[in-house]
Each structure stands twice: as C-alpha cells, then as structure tokens.
C-alpha cells in the first residue's frame, strides 16, 4: 500500500506558512514504513527540533482505479477517517529553501498516524464535515471540508492520472490552519464529527 499526501488545499494554512496557492493539487508521497504502528507512541526523531502536527481526513482506497473521472471517484472508497501529518518543519524549510524534495521532513517513519475509519454511508455528506485534533485536551486544530480548495472526489480523479490507486491505499487530503510544535509527553487525540479515532503519546 502507498500512502499519497495532499499539501496546500486549505487557505488559512496556506496563510499561515506565507506559501502560494496552487493551482493544482500539491502531491507527495510517504512510504508504508511512515505509518505509525497502533498503540505505539510517537517517538520525536533526533534529526529535528521542530515536529509539526498537522491533522487531516484521511480516505482508504476500496477499488483499483486509474483515470479516475471524479464523477465516479464515490465509487473507490467506502470509509474515511482522521489522521496525522507530522512534519519537520525545520527541515522542511531548509529543503525548500534550496528547491529540494520534501520527503526526509515528511515521510520519515513514524511520520503518519491513521487513525480508526468509519463507513462514509455514516455522513450525510462529505463535503461538510468537522474534525479536530486536541493536544493534552486543548483543541489545536479544527476543520471543516467545506473549505477545501479540491474535494475528496476531485483529489482521486487528480491522482488517479499519475498514479493507480489501489485497494489498501491511504490519501491525506490536507491539514487546515493551526498546525503547530509537539513535544515529548502530549497526548494527541483526533475527532471526526465528534468521534474520537485516535489518540497518542509523544515520546
């Protein structure tokens, strides 16, 4: 399974870092080996000072598809949830700076939590739902579909062109505004619609 990461597709998280805004989805990509392992803590990686939390829906691929049309992209995935982008932001602005890829700051292992699903068929609709990560019980992010610059259904058209989407795969949709430093000892807990589908310790 592969696990395909969509930046930039909220404005205010936009914002807040000073990035441009696409024109087109921003895509990248994290190993399996990213996925952090149930009931384990998520351990702050030696290589950076600075680890971001960055919460976002997440979709499970349910279908083989490539050439997706996105009025057909309800029919690849039947569940979704909530999960983690963690982020060295310190590195990540170093590669930037320099025009290199991304990956060491965002696909390290341990680098993606994914957090329990549940049947889309729950939600009367998908492009109005709110989600949230808390950070030792206070809410630090908080988000809403409804400001996504490209849906759900539009984001598995766009990434069916370049890769075929299979059964098991993982897509992080984006992180809204709030993203913010963790550090050893917080526990991390995510909603979806109220729900609670993960929670973590740092470490």
């Not at 060491?104 to 709110?130: C, H, Q, R, Y």
């Not at 992010?141 to 400001?147: A, C, I, V």
């Amino acid at each position: 399974m592969k696990i395909i990461c969509i930046g930039r597709n909220y404005t205010k998280h936009i914002e807040e870092l000073h990035n441009e805004r696409p024109l087109e989805p921003v895509v990248f990509i994290k190993p399996d080996s990213a996925i952090l392992l149930k009931q384990h803590p998520f351990v702050m990686p030696e290589f950076s000072k600075d680890i971001h939390h960055e919460i976002e829906i997440v979709v499970k691929i349910s279908k083989v598809g490539k050439y997706i049309d996105a009025k057909f992209a309800h029919k690849y995935y039947e569940e979704i949830g909530v999960g983690i982008d963690f982020t060295a932001r310190d590195l990540q602005e170093k590669l930037k700076e320099k025009g290199l890829p991304w990956e060491k700051s965002k696909a390290f292992d341990g680098s993606a939590v994914i957090g329990n699903f549940l049947p889309k068929s729950n939600f009367n609709s998908l492009e109005n739902l709110t989600f949230e990560l808390t950070r030792n019980g206070n809410t630090v992010q908080k988000g809403d579909t409804r400001f996504m610059l490209w849906k759900i259904d539009e984001l598995i058209a766009y990434v069916s062109q370049f890769f075929t989407l299979k059964i098991g795969d993982i897509i992080f949709t984006g992180t809204p505004e709030g993203v913010g430093s963790v550090a050893p000892e917080d526990v991390l807990e995510g909603f979806l619609e109220g729900t609670k589908l993960f929670r973590i310790q740092v470490k």
